[in-house]
């Protein structure tokens, strides 16, 4: 019986080790916890409102990144795009708006809490992307003109305009692109009450922008003919002549004719109107007419015929064609009379000759005059007119010889 007992103790003891190493290899260790990250770079810095994008260049080594924006853009309301290394933050935040006119600092902060800063620097570049040709129009730009400027890439005229800065007063005038405008021109309106003098003047392009090398001044406007209420006229007629830009008072009018000018005599004036009377002594036939205000003169594109008058002198007839000294020319015409006044006969060198003025005698209807050749009537060949009060006769239709 005893030694039964001891058996019995002996396997009690066996199963209760056994269980006891089975129990022990069941239990798992305590794992150890992973490290956290100590990833804190700028992976990607850029501006991805423009086209193309603006990429940030990397100075890792100073933890600086630098950018250059183009010309025209407007820092500081800048939005970036941003991407840091994996479950590290970035302040100040990704696609929020920041002013960087100076340097802007952001700080990465990784998993683990440690940081690291980096600077941004943003440049505006001083290139623009399109260009600007020296003017080959006059600089004397008048109000109401128009400004053209020439060069390349300007783009839709929509987003263009001029900047002129009055260069004694500082005043600056903005204008925006005529719709005319083109990729290689660009078309401004002057206004129409634009203070005169000298202006610098800007380009813009969008954002972009070119401070021409000319200085521009702007001139009271031309004046400008529309219309003239007849142009068939005859002498001390009065003529309307309609427009603008004519000057409230000072306004002169002439007539042109083949180097003779002739003033006519205001009556009325004003803006967009002037009356004027022809003198009683024009030349007939075809004139042309000009306005003259603020000293800028005009031109009417249309021609005006003034009449002959009825009195006008004709010579339909001389007796000779060759003369010498001492002999009396006999012409034979029309109106070649006025009573009281006398009348005169030209001699007009044609090839040779002298001028020449001299005084005839014309019977009592004006039909003949006589003339006696005068010793010093320089030989030669002349054309011949008469003049009676100042109204002158064709050339008479032959060419005469004075030996």
Known sequence: MKRIKLSCQFILVVLLAVFASCSNDSEDPTPNPPAK???????????????????????EAEKKINL???????????????????????????????????PVEYTVTAEDGTTQKYTVTVTVSTAVSFTLSPMTTPTDIEQDGVLILDGTQFGSYENNKVVLKNKTTGTEVEIKAASASTATRLFFKIPADLVLGDYTFTVFVGAQSLQAAETLTIVLHAPTIT???????????????????????????????????????????????????????????????????????????????????????????????????????????????????VTYIYFVPFTSGVGFTGSGVVNSDGTVMTFTIPSNLSAGTYEVIVDVDGTESESYRDIIKIN
Do not use: C, W
């Not at 183009?70 to 840091?84: K, R, S």
């Not at 479950?87 to 006119?101: G, L």
């Open 68 to 102: 250059i924006v183009p010309n025209g853009t407007d820092v500081t309301a800048l939005v970036p795009t941003i991407v840091v290394s994996e479950k590290a933050t970035i302040s100040p935040t990704t696609a929020v708006a920041q002013n960087f006119k100076s």
């Open 227 to 341: 219309s003239v209420d007849k142009t068939t006229v005859n002498p001390e007629d009065v003529i309307v002549i309609t427009g603008k830009y004519f000057a409230a008072s000072g306004n002169e009018v002439k007539l042109e004719q083949d180097g003779f000018v002739f003033t006519l005599k205001v009556i009325t004036e004003s803006a967009t109107s002037i009356s004027a009377q022809l003198p009683e002594n024009i030349f007939d036939g075809e004139h042309t007419l000009s306005v003259i205000s603020n000293d800028i003169e005009r031109f009417y594109g249309q021609k005006i015929t003034v009449a002959p008058p009825a009195n006008k002198p004709e010579i339909t007839q001389i007796d000779k064609s060759t003369y010498n000294k001492g002999d009396v020319m006999t012409l034979t015409g029309k109106n070649l009379k006025k009573t009281g006044v």
């Open 37 to 59: 990250s100590d990833a804190k770079t700028i992976i990607v810095f850029k501006f991805s409102a423009f086209n193309p994008e603006v990429g940030g260049i990397f100075i």
